[in-house]
């Protein structure tokens, strides 16, 4: 049981550095340019996803491949919180209130069942919409709430994000989208 939460926690980073070590090893004058992409992905809260986008592209990298290497990197996060999704449950007062969203959820969508089985389109729209509050990790934990599983939840706002990515990285490659 320790192992399984270690594994939980350790493995979606893991397999991040594991991208880090090919591309330093393979193709180390890209290093640094992906390196940055990654950091303004990551500390850029407002538009993080567009703005590395628009970094990449800005440092002479493809952006296709910057559209599928940001991909990656916000699938990674959204497999870090569809599976850990149980241990913010724990947390003291926030977790009590997830729980008691996700019984809300659960009875509303048990009366709705068409929610439930749109549920997987809906959550990968909401992932591609590139606006505020609809990327990697608000979409993972809307789709956990609605009673996707991890898997299901994941593989929604996996999808929802290459398409996000690649409309974000074709207005910034034809220039209809500056920041």
């Not at 659960?106 to 549920?119: C, D, H």
Request: aromatic share 12%; glycine share 8%.
């Amino acid at each position: 049981m320790r192992l399984n939460g270690i594994t939980k926690v350790v493995c979606p980073i893991l397999h991040v550095g594991l991208l880090f070590l090919i591309i330093y090893l393979w193709f180390p004058s890209y290093y640094n340019k992906f390196a940055v992409v990654v950091a303004v992905d990551l500390f850029e809260v407002a538009t993080g996803e567009i703005t590395s986008i628009a970094a990449g592209i800005g440092m002479g990298l493809n952006p296709i491949v910057v559209a599928v290497f940001v991909s990656y990197i916000e699938s990674s996060i959204s497999l870090f919180v569809a599976v850990n999704f149980d241990l913010l449950k724990k947390l003291p007062k926030a977790g009590e209130q997830i729980i008691k969203y996700e019984n809300r959820m659960k009875t509303y969508t048990e009366t709705k069942k068409w929610l439930k089985s749109a549920g997987f389109l809906g959550i990968s729209v909401v992932a591609a919409i590139p606006f505020y509050g609809t990327g990697a990790v608000p979409s993972t934990i809307l789709g956990r709430l609605l009673g996707m599983g991890w898997k299901k939840s994941w593989l929604a706002v996996s999808m929802g994000i290459f398409l996000r990515s690649m409309l974000i990285s074709l207005l910034l490659y034809l220039g209809y989208l500056t920041i």
